[in-house]
């Protein structure tokens, strides 16, 4: 045996003889002699001489000698003592979502000195660093607590009295997972001849790694064979081609990349037939409430099979569905949603479902709560006194969804435009009030309330406080019809009774519902017999309907005028309304106008002005119809549009539209999702990733893959065209640089928020442990002198 350290040289001297000189051969027995070895052979002896040994020149090397009379071998035994080799075998036996097991064989080389330990380290794949586990003596150790689902790789080295030697470690990185919990409860959604719809939950647990699949695995009834009859990502699936009666079992396994869970079995077998369920629907309450502005929803449960019809009906009519009232059906419920709601939202509606078993039906009332409508008219005026007056109304025919808590009563001079109030906590509909001028004129005002607010008011005529009646007139002359020497009768006749128009009636004029009062161009000129209105330098708006009201305590008579007044038409009836609205058109839309000026209108103009310009552009100059679709607009600019009507008169006062943005009616997209990195060489990768949860309104049209090096702060575009698929092969990348990737998502409003970065990937190709050899070959080389 002989011993060298390492570094140092190993020379073996051996002496030969033989006649003929005999060939020589050195050899080892465990492997090739390192190839910086020195033989020398001469006819007495031969020399192997090995500079900086190391651990792997141990072992026994052998000696041939060969002529024509035989063969003579000996053998001599080299320990170099150094640090150990790696240790063999290095494996990993087991994996835990939170650890993992390892274990390893002795070196083959221990260095010429026993092994004392063995180091075990560990390093995250983002980290270039290993940290030290343990030192142990074992074979074999559980590294635990592991962080759930990160990669890391593992690596062993062992040690003896002369240092640490080469590590064993993972050529890939290990993922700390395991297999996934089973799926949750499976159900059955569906059934048919032919047909069984299943769906089931997630695990509770995914072992640390995303999912993959679920295999759906099927057993026909007196079978023990399960197959597989499909594999899905979601949660539910159709198992098709089934045989009519046959009755069958279920179960679900989840799958990731660690392998396979425990099934999870359907809990009754099914049977493949047509089912047959009379239709139900059912809902929480038959009576919602809510109040104008708000929200609701109403969900009704619905069963049956075949799936039965639905269909919505409001105090019998089919519901219409709007941009605020709408249905939405799904397999086992129907939901109606109305948003900011209004009064013409409340009614009976009625759901009915049939299928051909029969139909079932069910019945809500939505009450919409508000502030009421005004009390019932005419105000009655019931008893007048030269000091007081008594009123009478109705109630509201509109309620407001709720009582009725009071009302309220305002009265006012008609020489003034104040309203006073007389009473606010009126119950009942009727109120005297007191306390007035005799002889002065009021109106009054009654408005309704409840808990939600005050209505709109109603106004009774104007009314004199005054005693139904007025002093006499003058009694007849007097005269003396007999006389004595000591007295005289005088007698006269009564006053002349008023046979007509007694009292005299109070005159209104009003236009439209409106009472005309004097004014610079209004002028009533009313006497006890006659009633007169002047209305000087007559303009369009002039025209209309006027009426002549007469009061006086024997009752009321109306008479009406019609005037039309020659001119050009008023501005169009709003709303003017701007739909349709995208980044380069929209559409506009308004009603004829009240006053048409005594003219049929002929056309309209249309214009539009910038809102950051002052100046009008005509956008059409003969629209014939209450309606216009304007096209190439500016993209991202402000329009304000007016429209004129035109009548043989002339052009009309403009309508103007409020300040409209033009731009998409869509936004950009969200982030992609799960984003992965693969096929990592050094100087390409490949990012995968799938769909944002939400395209914007918008179908997506590429997508943007930025890359940033460890080593800088800016972010870079990794492709010069847009990239549709799902996955991307970003190249050019520099060797042993780590780099982050995030993915942007792109639609026709634009770019959307950037997906989260990934972590750092190191770009280096990737490693793996050697083949074993193959086609080897041998050869010899001899050579003789004469």
Same mark, same amino acid.
């Given at each position: 045996?002989?011993?060298?350290?390492?570094?140092?040289?190993?020379?073996?001297?051996?002496?030969?003889?033989?006649?003929?000189?005999?060939?020589?051969?050195?050899?080892?027995?465990?492997?090739?002699?390192?190839?910086?070895?020195?033989?020398?052979?001469?006819?007495?002896?031969?020399?192997?001489?090995?500079?900086?040994?190391?651990?792997?020149?141990?072992?026994?090397?052998?000696?041939?000698?060969?002529?024509?009379?035989?063969?003579?071998?000996?053998?001599?035994?080299?320990?170099?003592?150094?640090?150990?080799?790696?240790?063999?075998?290095?494996?990993?036996?087991?994996?835990?979502?939170?650890?993992?097991?390892?274990?390893?064989?002795?070196?083959?080389?221990?260095?010429?000195?026993?092994?004392?330990?063995?180091?075990?380290?560990?390093?995250?794949?983002?980290?270039?660093?290993?940290?030290?586990?343990?030192?142990?003596?074992?074979?074999?150790?559980?590294?635990?607590?592991?962080?759930?689902?990160?990669?890391?790789?593992?690596?062993?080295?062992?040690?003896?009295?002369?240092?640490?030697?080469?590590?064993?470690?993972?050529?890939?990185?290990?993922?700390?997972?395991?297999?996934?919990?089973?799926?949750?409860?499976?159900?059955?959604?569906?059934?048919?001849?032919?047909?069984?719809?299943?769906?089931?939950?997630?695990?509770?647990?995914?072992?640390?790694?995303?999912?993959?699949?679920?295999?759906?695995?099927?057993?026909?009834?007196?079978?023990?064979?399960?197959?597989?009859?499909?594999?899905?990502?979601?949660?539910?699936?159709?198992?098709?081609?089934?045989?009519?009666?046959?009755?069958?079992?279920?179960?679900?396994?989840?799958?990731?990349?660690?392998?396979?869970?425990?099934?999870?079995?359907?809990?009754?077998?099914?049977?493949?037939?047509?089912?047959?369920?009379?239709?139900?629907?059912?809902?929480?309450?038959?009576?919602?409430?809510?109040?104008?502005?708000?929200?609701?929803?109403?969900?009704?449960?619905?069963?049956?099979?075949?799936?039965?019809?639905?269909?919505?009906?409001?105090?019998?009519?089919?519901?219409?569905?709007?941009?605020?009232?709408?249905?939405?059906?799904?397999?086992?419920?129907?939901?109606?949603?109305?948003?900011?709601?209004?009064?013409?939202?409340?009614?009976?509606?009625?759901?009915?479902?049939?299928?051909?078993?029969?139909?079932?039906?069910?019945?809500?009332?939505?009450?919409?709560?508000?502030?009421?409508?005004?009390?019932?008219?005419?105000?009655?005026?019931?008893?007048?006194?030269?000091?007081?007056?008594?009123?009478?109304?109705?109630?509201?025919?509109?309620?407001?969804?709720?009582?009725?808590?009071?009302?309220?009563?305002?009265?006012?001079?008609?020489?003034?435009?104040?309203?006073?109030?007389?009473?606010?906590?009126?119950?009942?509909?009727?109120?005297?009030?007191?306390?007035?001028?005799?002889?002065?004129?009021?109106?009054?005002?009654?408005?309704?309330? *409840?808990?939600?607010?005050?209505?709109?008011?109603?106004?009774?005529?104007?009314?004199?406080?005054?005693?139904?009646?007025?002093?006499?007139?003058?009694?007849?002359?007097?005269?003396?019809?007999?006389?004595?020497?000591?007295?005289?009768?005088?007698?006269?006749?009564?006053?002349?009774?008023?046979?007509?128009?007694?009292?005299?009636?109070?005159?209104?004029?009003?236009?439209?519902?409106?009472?005309?009062?004097?004014?610079?161009?209004?002028?009533?000129? *009313?006497?006890?017999?006659?009633?007169?209105?002047?209305?000087?330098?007559?303009?369009?708006?002039?025209?209309?309907?006027?009426?002549?009201?007469?009061?006086?305590?024997?009752?009321?008579?109306?008479?009406?005028?019609?005037?039309?007044?020659?001119?050009?038409?008023?501005?169009?009836?709003?709303?003017?309304?701007?739909?349709?609205?995208?980044?380069?058109?929209?559409?506009?839309?308004?009603?004829?106008?009240?006053?048409?000026?005594?003219?049929?209108?002929?056309?309209?103009?249309?214009?539009?002005?910038?809102?950051?310009?002052?100046?009008?552009?005509?956008?059409?100059?003969?629209?014939?119809?209450?309606?216009?679709?304007?096209?190439?607009?500016?993209?991202?600019?402000?329009?304000?549009?007016?429209?004129?009507?035109?009548?043989?008169?002339?052009?009309?006062?403009?309508?103007?539209?409020?300040?409209?943005?033009?731009?998409?009616?869509?936004?950009?997209?969200?982030?992609?999702?799960?984003?992965?990195?693969?096929?990592?060489?050094?100087?390409?990768?490949?990012?995968?990733?799938?769909?944002?949860?939400?395209?914007?309104?918008?179908?997506?049209?590429?997508?943007?893959?930025?890359?940033?090096?460890?080593?800088?702060?800016?972010?870079?575009?990794?492709?010069?065209?847009?990239?549709?698929?799902?996955?991307?092969?970003?190249?050019?990348?520099?060797?042993?640089?780590?780099?982050?990737?995030?993915?942007?998502?792109? *639609?026709?409003?634009?770019?959307?928020?950037?997906?989260?970065?990934?972590?750092?990937?190191?770009?280096?190709?990737?490693?793996?442990?050697?083949?074993?050899?193959?086609?080897?070959?041998?050869?010899?080389?001899?050579?003789?002198?004469?």
């Amino acid at each position: 045996m002989i011993t060298v350290r390492a570094g140092g040289s190993l020379r073996l001297f051996v002496p030969i003889r033989g006649r003929p000189t005999p060939e020589v051969k050195w050899g080892k027995a465990e492997g090739e002699i390192n190839e910086a070895a020195q033989i020398d052979i001469t006819s007495s002896f031969t020399s192997l001489i090995i500079e900086n040994v190391n651990r792997f020149d141990s072992g026994k090397y052998n000696l041939t000698l060969e002529n024509a009379s035989g063969t003579k071998s000996a053998f001599i035994s080299v320990r170099v003592l150094d640090t150990p080799d790696a240790p063999a075998n290095f494996r990993v036996k087991e994996i835990t979502k939170n650890s993992v097991t390892l274990t390893w064989e002795p070196p083959l080389l221990d260095g010429g000195a026993k092994i004392k330990n063995y180091i075990v380290e560990k390093r995250e794949s983002t980290r270039k660093v290993y940290s030290a586990v343990v030192t142990c003596n074992k074979m074999t150790w559980k590294i635990e607590p592991l962080q759930e689902g990160s990669n890391f790789f593992f690596r062993v080295l062992a040690e003896n009295e002369h240092g640490i030697g080469l590590p064993a470690e993972t050529l890939e990185p290990v993922k700390i997972s395991e297999v996934p919990q089973p799926p949750g409860k499976v159900s059955v959604v569906d059934v048919t001849r032919k047909s069984v719809s299943l769906k089931w939950e997630k695990p509770e647990h995914d072992g640390g790694s995303r999912i993959t699949h679920y295999e759906v695995e099927m057993q026909a009834k007196d079978q023990d064979k399960w197959s597989l009859c499909a594999q899905v990502k979601s949660l539910d699936t159709v198992i098709t081609n089934l045989v009519q009666g046959g009755e069958y079992n279920f179960r679900v396994i989840a799958v990731n990349d660690k392998g396979k869970s425990d099934p999870r079995l359907l809990a009754n077998p099914v049977v493949a037939k047509d089912l047959a369920i009379q239709p139900t629907v059912r809902t929480k309450l038959s009576t919602y409430n809510v109040q104008v502005g708000q929200d609701l929803k109403i969900e009704a449960r619905i069963s049956g099979h075949p799936k039965p019809t639905i269909t919505w009906t409001k105090d019998g009519s089919v519901l219409k569905q709007t941009t605020r009232v709408n249905v939405a059906d799904t397999a086992h419920h129907t939901t109606l949603t109305i948003k900011d709601a209004t009064r013409e939202d409340g009614g009976m509606y009625n759901i009915a479902v049939a299928n051909v078993l029969g139909q079932a039906e069910a019945t809500v009332e939505i009450i919409i709560l508000e502030k009421p409508g005004p009390p019932t008219g005419p105000v009655r005026i019931d008893e007048v006194s030269a000091e007081s007056i008594t009123l009478s109304w109705d109630p509201p025919t509109y309620t407001g969804g709720c009582q009725i808590s009071n009302y309220v009563v305002q009265k006012r001079d008609t020489t003034t435009t104040n309203w006073v109030v007389v009473s606010a906590t009126v119950a009942r509909t009727t109120l005297k009030v007191s306390n007035l001028k005799t002889g002065a004129e009021y109106q009054f005002r009654i408005f309704a309330e *409840n808990r939600y607010g005050k209505s709109y008011g109603i106004d009774s005529d104007p009314v004199l406080a005054q005693y139904p009646f007025k002093e006499p007139g003058p009694p007849g002359t007097p005269f003396v019809s007999a006389f004595t020497k000591e007295s005289m009768v005088v007698e006269w006749h009564k006053p002349r009774k008023e046979k007509n128009r007694k009292p005299v009636p109070t005159m209104q004029w009003f236009k439209g519902d409106v009472e005309v009062e004097n004014s610079a161009r209004a002028e009533i000129k *009313n006497t006890d017999f006659k009633a007169i209105l002047v209305v000087k330098d007559a303009i369009r708006i002039d025209g209309g309907q006027y009426t002549l009201h007469l009061t006086n305590v024997a009752g009321t008579k109306s008479v009406s005028f019609n005037v039309r007044v020659l001119d050009r038409p008023g501005p169009p009836e709003g709303p003017f309304t701007v739909s349709g609205v995208t980044c380069e058109k929209c559409s506009l839309s308004w009603l004829p106008p009240k006053h048409d000026g005594g003219s049929s209108i002929s056309y309209y103009i249309i214009q539009k002005r910038e809102t950051s310009r002052l100046a009008w552009t005509v956008v059409s100059g003969d629209c014939g119809a209450t309606m216009f679709k304007v096209t190439k607009l500016l993209k991202g600019n402000e329009y304000i549009f007016r429209v004129m009507a035109v009548n043989k008169y002339g052009v009309g006062e403009p309508l103007e539209s409020a300040p409209v943005i033009m731009r998409n009616p869509f936004v950009p997209p969200g982030p992609p999702k799960e984003i992965e990195v693969t096929n990592i060489a050094r100087d390409s990768m490949t990012v995968c990733w799938t769909r944002p949860e939400t395209d914007g309104g918008s179908e997506i049209v590429g997508y943007i893959v930025e890359k940033r090096d460890r080593a800088g702060v800016r972010w870079t575009k990794c492709n010069k065209r847009r990239v549709t698929d799902l996955r991307f092969r970003v190249t050019g990348l520099t060797e042993d640089h780590e780099y982050e990737f995030r993915l942007t998502a792109e *639609n026709a409003a634009g770019v959307g928020q950037p997906s989260p970065p990934t972590v750092y990937y190191k770009a280096c190709d990737p490693t793996f442990k050697p083949g074993p050899p193959t086609n080897a070959h041998l050869s010899t080389t001899q050579a003789w002198s004469h």
